[in-house]
């Protein structure tokens, strides 16, 4: 793979291969492909991100079996969610799962950078975002990878969650295995509150639960 910014001369297998950098945008041409893809990129200039990921797949007429994973919730509030990605590596990951204990009304919901709970959920880092973007909708691609918005409690707090969301994956280099959700005291205003910290964390408040996603 050829990074960004980045040339390869032409070369045999047996030779040597020289990877230079220049300061020149990098193109890649890819003339067919049997497998599955998927690429972001940014969205506008105003996206932070300078990454350019592409993922190719080779094709299998045996394609991989889906996979689970699982993260059981501690903290004021109890749950155990379950992740499913049908078509891994590139497919949409499934989040299902019930969550008591809640405060009624809209709460926070995300994938944290870090499995490490050994401080409680404060421990867990900020959102999971390997393009560095700034915080926003799940339904738009200027958003964290681990923004997936917001759950609803009714009035017993009680959440049923039925999300399905096609940046997280459970394989592959957005793999969010060993990794945190986080549910929330308070509304994520999706990055729409209008200052520093909706770019961030959409002001959802302190962190009631949080469980580390592990395979199942």
């Known amino acids: 793979m050829v990074g960004v910014g980045m040339a390869v001369p032409s070369?045999?297998?047996?030779?040597?291969?020289?990877v230079y950098t220049n300061h020149y945008p990098s193109l890649l041409y890819i003339d067919s492909a049997d497998g599955s893809t998927q690429l972001n990129t940014r969205t506008s200039s105003s996206d932070t991100s300078d990454i350019i990921q592409i993922i190719i797949h080779p094709y299998s007429p045996n394609p991989p079996p889906p996979?689970?994973?699982?993260?059981?919730?501690?903290?004021?509030?109890?749950?155990t969610l379950v992740l499913t990605q049908d078509t891994p590596p590139t497919g949409a990951t499934r989040v299902e799962g019930t969550i008591t204990g809640l405060t009624p009304g809209l709460h926070g919901f995300h994938v944290?950078?870090?499995?490490?709970?050994?401080?409680?959920?404060?421990?867990?880092?900020?959102?999971y975002n390997p393009f560095r973007r700034n915080h926003g909708h799940p339904d738009n691609l200027q958003r964290h990878v681990g923004d997936l918005g917001n759950i609803l409690a009714d009035n017993n707090g009680t959440a049923y969650v039925n999300i399905t969301d096609e940046l997280v994956t459970l394989v592959g280099p957005r793999a969010v295995v060993g990794r945190a959700v986080v549910v929330h005291a308070g509304?994520?205003?999706?990055?729409?509150?209008?200052?520093?910290?909706?770019?961030?964390?959409g002001n959802a408040g302190g962190r009631v639960g949080c469980g580390v996603i592990g395979y199942a």
Request: aromatic share 2%; with cysteine; hydrophobic share 25%.
């Open 187 to 201: 509304e994520d205003d999706v990055g729409l509150g209008g200052d520093a910290e909706s770019l961030k964390t």
């Open 11 to 18: 070369s045999t297998r047996n030779e040597r291969q020289v």
């Open 112 to 127: 944290h950078q870090f499995g490490d709970l050994s401080g409680g959920c404060g421990t867990a880092g900020g959102h």
């Open 67 to 79: 996979r689970k994973a699982v993260a059981v919730l501690e903290g004021s509030v109890e749950g």
